[in-house]
């Protein structure tokens, strides 16, 4: 409880300083703002949308520009440019957008350098979120400060609405803790689950889960059995003791609130040691098709077997809607199907990219909705952008999208938590969003 509460300190004094200057909207600076004002009329030899981000293409945050929002900002990109570029009324023409990404190494003070840079420096015309809700926080304040818009991606956490209170040019996108653990506790009632046992990582997003599924549980009457912090750096963690340790607990549900790198190795454990509880909750990393092959590895045991009734965030599949079956069908033509998508990008090496069926769906929102706000408004002004997308409605992958007080509404999300059954990720949440009955209590691990 004591590193718990010091890692929220250290944090709260982190964001308190970043948000200076973020207290009110900002104001149309010509010599800032990105996109053209009254003042300054725009630049009829324009060739192109700039869209500038920081992203971790290094470091442990690696993998989610590799899998998550990586893969769709560099297909879109294709995908518009392909078709001539984005037409903006006021400089009369398509423009296609130029990518102009920076790697933040995986180090927050590295991303606000580079962010202050996109903005102050270059003046890019459209800004791209960075990697983890730890990085959305501290680059929300900059984005405010010099007139941008920002739509998030890899991140989540309740106290964005803090964030979002001073910095209303920033919007939430994901699903995460206010939307998703309402959802398990109805389906632990209706299967009969009445204690836990959590690991969570020791920053923003895993103090964040935590404590909103303590205060959740407890109001339902669900044990929490024990809640055990760790770090991001892997060494130092012995996976051995705290999956020994929530056996001896007797929880029926496990749940890791951590990321793939502390995940992988977490249900890694529980195979080779033979735990199996009610419910396996994997947070991060649990709705990618790579963690098939992850777990499977050289075992001889089937992907799809290996993670046969595990549990994760998210969720969504073809049959959700017919929107999402036709987002998955631009994503594998692009990519190819079946997990052996190569990513686009020469960076980062013959990266494989696997559906996500958590983020993935979340993230496509993004630019279908900056592309209909800058058609609609006929400019690259960041503030007209931002008032067009707090005040209307849209239509994404996800179906009718809107936002409420900058956050993606929880109606337009297909689902809350998903579960793995022959080899699909079927929305298991209570009510009309599932698509397949829950399998409780989770089949044992497949054995070759």
């Not at 929300?140 to 803090?162: D, F, M, N, R, V």
């Not at 998703?180 to 690991?199: F, H, M, N, R």
């Not at 760790?230 to 929530?246: R, S």
């Amino acid at each position: 409880m004591l590193k718990r509460t010091l890692s929220l300190v250290l944090a709260a004094l982190f964001i308190a300083a970043a948000l200076a200057g973020c207290n009110k909207p900002s104001s149309n600076d010509p010599n800032s703002t990105p996109g053209g004002t009254d003042a300054t009329p725009p630049d009829p030899g324009k060739q192109s949308i700039v869209i500038g981000g920081v992203r971790s293409q290094s470091g442990p945050l690696a993998i989610f520009d590799q899998t998550a929002f990586g893969p769709l900002y560099r297909m879109w990109a294709d995908e518009v440019n392909a078709d001539g570029g984005i037409y903006v009324e006021e400089y009369g023409k398509k423009l296609p957008v130029e990518l102009k990404i920076y790697d933040d190494k995986s180090d927050v003070q590295t991303m606000t350098q580079l962010y202050e840079q996109l903005c102050l420096e270059e003046q890019v015309d459209i800004l791209l979120p960075p990697v983890s809700t730890a990085a959305l926080f501290a680059a929300a304040p900059i984005a405010q400060k010099y007139g941008y818009l920002l739509l998030s991606a890899e991140g989540g956490a309740t106290s964005l609405k803090e964030q979002i209170e001073v910095c209303p040019n920033f919007f939430s996108v994901l699903s995460f803790s206010d939307t998703q653990v309402p959802d398990l506790v109805t389906l632990c009632e209706e299967q009969g689950i009445t204690s836990a046992y959590i690991v969570y990582i020791e920053d923003l997003h895993g103090t964040e889960y935590f404590t909103a599924t303590e205060n959740a549980f407890a109001a339902a009457g669900i044990e929490i059995k024990a809640g055990k912090p760790i770090p991001l750096d892997t060494t130092t963690t012995d996976f051995n003791a705290i999956i020994n340790d929530a056996r001896a607990s007797g929880a029926q549900l496990f749940a890791t609130y951590v990321y793939p790198d502390q995940a992988i190795p977490l249900a890694a454990t529980a195979i080779a040691l033979e735990y199996n509880p009610d419910i396996y909750l994997m947070g991060s990393g649990g709705s990618f098709d790579f963690i098939k092959g992850a777990l499977a590895g050289g075992s001889g045991v089937s992907p799809d077997d290996m993670v046969e009734g595990m549990m994760a965030w998210g969720a969504w599949n073809g049959r959700s809607a017919p929107e999402a079956q036709a987002f998955l069908d631009k994503f594998d033509a692009y990519f190819g199907p079946d997990g052996q998508n190569i990513l686009n990008n020469p960076d980062a090496g013959d990266k494989e990219v696997y559906h996500d069926w958590w983020g993935h769906i979340c993230y496509q929102t993004v630019f279908e909705i900056i592309q209909e706000a800058i058609e609609k408004t006929g400019t690259l002004d960041n503030q007209k952008l931002v008032d067009y997308i707090a005040n209307n409605h849209f239509q994404t992958s996800l179906g009718d999208t809107w936002f409420e007080n900058n956050m993606l509404a929880a109606e337009c999300y297909y689902g809350s938590v998903g579960q793995w059954q022959n080899g699909e990720f079927e929305v298991v949440d209570v009510g009309s969003r599932r698509t397949a009955d829950p399998i409780v209590p989770k089949p044992a691990w497949a054995k070759p």
